[in-house]
């Protein structure tokens, strides 16, 4: 109540009161009390919804609608309680000048002696600030008593006779002629509209938030925030309303203040006060009136029983009100600091002493306190302020609606008389209140909280506070997702949403960024981890919790977020990798946002890992096609695997060293040891060659045959990332020498009409070529360790069986069945070496190799030598048959 009582009841509603009249002065009361009435049932709400700490309204916005509009709404309230001090202060400092007017004591001129004053004074506060709570609280209780006996002399002054020196001043005690005619407006000087009153009157009804804000020093928050914030409403709103109603009853608007003004029995005489033998026309026609509601601002004082009571009360108010905004913006600003939102301010969110005084912020308070002191206007003041105030309430009613129609499970006030559309309301009517009264004012307070969102939406602090903003962030992804179920797949909205086994995805980084640029702003991506667990590595690890731990860590998705990768994580725990692969192709996504393309490491040291484990790899490709997946497989001469410690949770990964075998020889390339689960530092960011700018290089595309577009289209996407921007994407073709003109063209007719923009179409005729001898033994001596051993003397049933026990094994038939696509691959591996060794990236179409006519390590092999020996990182397409291209419009 003292907070909302201040400067503008005494010295300013008699003056509004006769240019609005009394009937609109109360609707501007009522207006005011309602837009604080809403936001104190808003308040209440959010300050019952969980224990407030310190920082006050700044607190239950920053934690109700997050840091990015939380915080500036914080500065700007702590900006606003910094320049109340100011009005406040220059409130008791005018008062103190006409006292002293009164008594002929000048010191400069009016201005200057206003901030001569008011400099002092909050200078006077600010000691008493720094003392402590103790101090304020017992100054408060001071100030209270005196405001309510000024209330009592101005209340008894109005029903005692009026004396001639107070008639001379136009008081002539309850008149219903004089309550009539100051009923209606009685608009004067620039300031004379319904809105210009508004914004002066408004600031008197902002103290609602001073409970609020010094809510660290409460008791019991939740319970005072509510009781005395809208206790305090309805009896301050009472108490202006009914001093309007009598300062309207009791005074005219105009008086001149001389006893020789009598009506004269001749004059001709059509004022109000003409009726009570005075006769003010005089100067009311020459507009030099000094005294009446219109003129002088201590009309409270003149009604008053004892005008020095009054005075008195003026002295509680203002810089009781003073003293509070002085406690509550430094407090707010000090809760805005800690939090480390924005840069250059936390210096002043230093406490002191056993409470945490924020002494700095004192001074910093103090500072722009009296700055605005030296203006030395109130009516300046005044409308400044209201726009911050109506900007501060404005967010703390959207604050409540926007945590209602989230309808998270955590907004539970125990305060249940709020309504969210009441809310909604009342933020709208701050809203345009604001525009109403100042329009630049309002977009300079909307710039300012425009700036800031911008800054911490762009900055990210790490914070979570569990806002409502992140409620309905997710109910609108919930939301979009489920009506993504009535839309069918069309082919011109295909995207390649990618599956990209990483293991932990700081083990393969190179693997991470490419995908990410595949994929960024564009598609999905997720990033799987299979972290392998047996009975044999339990009875090493420990407790299971451990493996289960590590496949959930935190520290890949922060790894992730730090490497600003758009990219999800998913992490699975299973007995052998293709169990782990095979959950994650059936059970990553959501609805129709799931991948539709797998994305793997090359296994490089197959030749020297166990055969099933190179079997287990092929599986997974077959699972994949299977499951409708598109197949990726990169490939990288300095490997892609950059874990260090095969004693951490890393999966030794798709080229991993035979240093990871595990004691039950399961597939090593994706094997992990488990010691017991310790916390792990964050994961250092390595660089790869996909992260800088590739240059004035090729892309260089092999597209060998039809698998729908896929080989295609992964190289037009990377072509319109800035990194790859000034790659030139060369296309390859398999073709006749007789036909290779045609065939060019026909191609590159196929590619302007897919708007696909390459224009370097190759036709190789030699692809078809027989390789060189050399490396056909190359390839065979590969082979060597995975042959079915053919001993003439060996019964034939025991071969098969032994196949079937070892499925890896290949047959001389395999060989001789598969042998014309073992040539080509080798073929392949030499016209890359000749046409595309200074490339940036070869993409080129994976062969494929059907199960049950191809063993999986003749495919192994096949994919192997096709990628040997090449210095660009090759990535291996094969897409699932579907069409992911067209040049239809529907």
């Known amino acids: 109540m003292l907070n909302i009582w201040g400067v503008i009841l005494y010295l300013r509603l008699p003056w509004i009161t006769a240019q609005a009249g009394i009937g609109l002065t109360w609707v501007i009361i009522l207006l005011s009390s309602c837009i604080t009435g809403i936001t104190g049932l808003s308040t209440s709400a959010i300050a019952t919804n969980g224990k407030v700490k310190k920082g006050g309204t700044y607190f239950l916005i920053s934690r109700s609608l997050g840091p990015e509009l939380g915080g500036s709404i914080g500065l700007i309230f702590a900006f606003a309680n910094a320049v109340a001090v100011a009005m406040h202060t220059v409130g008791f400092a005018e008062t103190v000048t006409e006292l002293m007017y009164e008594h002929g004591a000048v010191m400069v001129d009016r201005i200057n002696d206003i901030r001569i004053i008011g400099i002092i004074t909050v200078t006077c506060l600010l000691g008493i600030s720094l003392a402590g709570m103790s101090w304020e609280s017992k100054a408060q209780i001071l100030f209270f008593l005196v405001i309510m006996v000024s209330f009592a002399s101005f209340f008894v002054g109005t029903i005692i006779p009026a004396s001639p020196e107070k008639q001379a001043k136009g008081f002539f005690s309850y008149k219903a002629d004089i309550f009539a005619t100051n009923f209606v407006p009685g608009w004067r000087g620039p300031d004379g509209s319904f809105f210009g009153m508004f914004s002066i009157f408004f600031p008197s009804a902002t103290g609602i938030l001073a409970g609020a804000n010094i809510s660290g020093d409460l008791k019991n928050p939740a319970v005072a925030i509510p009781k005395g914030t809208l206790m305090a409403i309805f009896w301050t709103t009472i108490s202006y309303l009914i001093i309007s109603a009598t300062i309207g009853a009791c005074v005219v608007r105009d008086a001149s203040g001389l006893l020789n003004d009598t009506l004269l029995s001749n004059s001709n005489c059509g004022d109000i006060s003409c009726q009570y033998g005075w006769d003010f026309t005089e100067c009311i026609a020459n507009k030099t009136c000094l005294y009446g509601i219109s003129n002088y601002y201590q009309s409270i004082g003149l009604v008053s029983a004892f005008a020095p009571l ?220 299979v972290v392998t667990a047996s009975p044999s590595a339990h009875a090493q690890a420990g407790p299971p919790q451990s493996v289960a731990q590590e496949a959930s860590s935190e520290r890949h998705v922060t790894w992730l977020n730090k490497r600003k990768v758009r990219s999800f994580y998913r992490g699975v725990v299973a007995a052998e990798l293709r169990t782990g692969a095979n959950m994650l192709l059936q059970g990553a996504g959501l609805g129709r946002i799931k991948p539709n393309v797998l994305l793997m490491g090359f296994k490089t040291n197959f030749s020297s890992d166990t055969p099933q484990a190179a079997h287990d790899y092929i599986s997974i490709l077959h699972d994949a096609f299977d499951l409708r997946y598109g197949v990726c497989l990169l490939r990288m001469k300095e490997g892609l695997d950059v874990s260090q410690s095969p004693q951490s949770h890393v999966n030794a990964g798709f080229d991993g060293g035979p240093e990871a075998i595990n004691t ?61 921007a000034r790659c030139k994407v060369r296309v390859f073709v398999g073709g006749g020498a007789d036909t290779r003109e045609e065939q060019k063209q026909e191609v590159i007719a196929l590619i302007k009409k897919f708007r696909l923009g390459f224009h370097d179409v190759e036709v190789l005729p030699d692809v078809y070529q027989s390789p060189q001898p050399e490396s056909v033994h190359r390839f065979e001596k590969m082979l060597d360790r995975f042959r079915l051993d053919t001993n003439p003397k060996q019964d034939c049933d025991s071969g098969s069986e032994r196949q079937q026990e070892e499925p890896w094994r290949i047959t001389e038939q395999d060989l001789e069945r598969n042998r014309a696509k073992s040539l080509r691959q080798i073929r392949l591996n030499e016209v890359l070496k000749d046409y595309s060794r200074e490339a940036a990236l070869i993409v080129i179409t994976m062969p494929v190799g059907m199960k049950g006519a191809c063993p999986n390590t003749l495919y192994l092999a096949w994919l192997d030598f096709l990628s040997r020996d090449l210095r660009p990182p090759v990535l291996l397409v094969r897409g699932n048959q579907e069409n992911v291209l067209t040049f239809y419009c529907q």
């Open 310 to 529: 009054i005075t008195a009360g003026i002295f509680g108010a203002t810089l009781s009100s003073a003293l509070a905004c002085l406690v509550s913006a430094p407090k707010v600003f000090e809760c805005l600091c800690k939090d480390k939102l924005y840069p250059f301010i936390g210096i002043f969110g230093k406490g002191y002493g056993k409470n945490e005084e924020p002494l700095r912020g004192y001074l910093l308070t103090y500072v722009i306190a009296a700055c605005f002191i030296l203006i030395a206007e109130l009516n300046t003041i005044a409308p400044i302020i209201s726009n911050f105030f109506l900007c501060s309430y404005a967010l703390i009613n959207f604050s409540c609606f926007h945590a209602s129609i989230t309808n998270s499970p955590g907004w539970r006030p125990s305060f249940k008389f709020y309504s969210k559309w009441l809310s909604l309301l009342g933020a709208v009517i701050c809203v345009v209140l604001m525009f109403l009264l100042t329009w630049w004012a309002a977009l300079i307070a909307f710039g300012v909280v425009f700036l800031l969102l911008g800054y911490t939406v762009y900055k990210k602090p790490e914070v979570n506070w569990g806002s409502s903003v992140q409620a309905s962030s997710y109910n609108r992804a919930l939301s979009q997702c489920a009506g993504l179920n009535h839309v069918e797949d069309h082919v011109k909205n295909y995207r390649p949403q990618c599956l990209v086994l990483t293991g932990p995805p700081s083990s393969r980084p190179a693997l991470v960024d490419l995908i990410s640029c595949l994929t960024k702003d564009l598609s999905l991506m997720i990033c799987g981890n």
């Open 664 to 724: 039950i020889s399961p597939p090593s390339h994706f094997q992990t040891t488990n010691p017991p689960f310790v916390p792990v530092e964050a994961e250092p960011q390595r660089s790869t060659g996909f992260q800088k700018a590739q240059g004035k290089k090729t892309i260089d595309v092999y597209w060998l045959s039809d698998d729908g577009g896929l080989t295609l289209l992964l190289p037009y996407l990377l072509s319109r990332r800035k990194r790859w």
